[in-house]
């Protein structure tokens, strides 16, 4: 998780319920921030039919995230309490941004060779789309506070930790004409800087929620939602890696299965 986050979790700033849950789902925190494709982007030796295919199947997530925080708005009544007033301001303030971050998303993958129809409409295994439909699931008819779990602090802190390490190499940014460089890496710069600080703002919204004292069931949702969000954000890892036995899922030639 981002620095922010194991700063915070040193202090007094939450309960120890909330401090347990992050610890909790940090191994599988990790296996996400630490997966092998990222380290590929890192130094640059991802093959393009794989860099291709976790692009595509990944775009369906990003370009939903501002719909999650739609959802997540629809259940906060403005004047209902305090916490629900600062989630409110928060996901409305945050609505604009996502959008922004989805057409910098889409500059990237053009960028990399993906034309917008085939990002917009290309073919994705159910296993790279799972974590969309769980994400939608859950900030429809979950709780806030689980939602907010799922989203902001589960994917968004991970995507923050993978960011940092892929913009801190030199080498990733040669995948591309070094005219579009600045435009390639937007989107990984923002996510850099920017989701070190949304997870701990999620994190805040969800203790202020729930309390110092929330009823355990309420504990093991929000834990169960960031597990399934993480383990959902793997398993499309896995998936887009794996794309080398069967690139015509993607819709990808196999002559386009040369290492860039």
Not at 78 to 105: M, P, S, T
Not at 114 to 137: F, M, N, Q, V
Not at 225 to 253: N, R
């Amino acid at each position: 998780m981002p620095a922010s986050v194991d700063a915070a979790l040193q202090t007094d700033r939450y309960a120890q319920w909330l401090k347990d849950i992050v610890h909790e789902t940090s191994d599988r925190a990790h296996a996400v921030a630490h997966h092998e494709a990222w380290y590929q982007f890192s130094d640059a030796s991802i093959p393009s039919h794989k860099h291709h295919a976790l692009l595509i199947g990944f775009w369906p997530l990003i370009e939903r995230f501002p719909q999650f925080l739609a959802l997540n708005l629809l259940k906060c009544v403005y004047g209902e309490d305090v916490a629900l007033n600062r989630a409110r301001g928060w996901l409305v303030k945050n609505l604009r941004i996502e959008q922004r971050h989805a057409e910098w998303y889409r500059d990237w993958a053009e960028c990399a060779g993906i034309s917008r129809e085939k990002l917009y409409r290309g073919d994705r295994p159910a296993a790279s789309t799972a974590i969309t439909d769980w994400c939608w699931h859950i900030c429809e008819s979950g709780g806030l506070a689980e939602g907010m779990a799922a989203t902001n602090f589960a994917i968004e802190g991970v995507t923050g930790d993978w960011c940092e390490m892929v913009w801190r190499s030199p080498h990733y940014r040669t995948f591309f004409p070094e005219n579009q460089q600045k435009k390639a890496m937007k989107w990984i710069q923002a996510h850099a800087a920017y989701d070190d600080l949304h997870p701990i703002e999620a994190l805040d919204i969800i203790y202020a929620l729930l309390g110092d004292n929330p009823d355990t069931k309420d504990i093991q949702k929000v834990k169960s939602a960031i597990l399934k969000s993480l383990d959902l954000y793997h398993l499309a890892l896995e998936t887009g890696m794996a794309v080398g036995y069967a690139p015509a899922a993607f819709g990808t030639d196999r002559a386009d299965s040369s290492t860039k």
